[in-house]
């Protein structure tokens, strides 16, 4: 069974800053406490193609394995590796994420793309984020009987997980826009 969700929020910040957010979100100390999941982020190549203007980005990223303790110690792994392809196209200024797990793919498949564009309503001062993830566990016979419950749990994790990264951008982007304003905050 695949579980499936999606999410949209507006940031009341211009494109240009949340996607310079979006590059910043795993870097800072304060950032790291909030996302304690993220255990690891890497770049593995990034390329500007002359001919359109678009950057293209590949991320190793390394997280803590879904689930709890048990199911970790099931599974007899604590971490969990995945890759992040990134596309940004600043001419239509528009900024596209895929992020997928490599490791642990035995036991579960996840999923996830991201959507920076101009807001409809107000393109040059909001920014619309989509959000779309899938989660499928396949059932071992140890988890057969469990693997609702387990995609349910990873589903809320994940969720739980959104919401501190858009609270994360949310302060990046006051901090760019304090910053563009020739005021410097303190963490």
Known sequence: MVRAYSQEHT????????????????????????LSHILEVDTLNHKLDPSSGKLYT???????APGSWFVRKIIGQDICHCVESTVVDAQYRSMQLAT??????????????IRYDPHPENPNEWTICKQETSIR?????????????????????????????????????????AESHGIYLRS
């Open 58 to 64: 590949t991320r190793a990223i390394t997280i803590q």
């Open 100 to 113: 997928r797990n490599i490791s642990l793919q035995r036991v579960i498949e996840v999923e996830e793309k």
């Open 137 to 177: 566990i396949k059932p071992m016979s140890t988890l057969a009987s469990m693997a609702e419950k387990i995609e349910q749990r990873c589903v809320d994790r994940f969720q739980q997980n959104s919401a501190k990264g858009r609270e994360v951008m949310e302060r990046i982007c006051k901090y760019l826009e």
């Open 11 to 34: 940031y009341r910040h211009p494109w240009e800053r949340v996607t310079a957010a979006s590059w910043r979100k795993f870097a800072d100390a304060e950032n790291k406490r909030t």
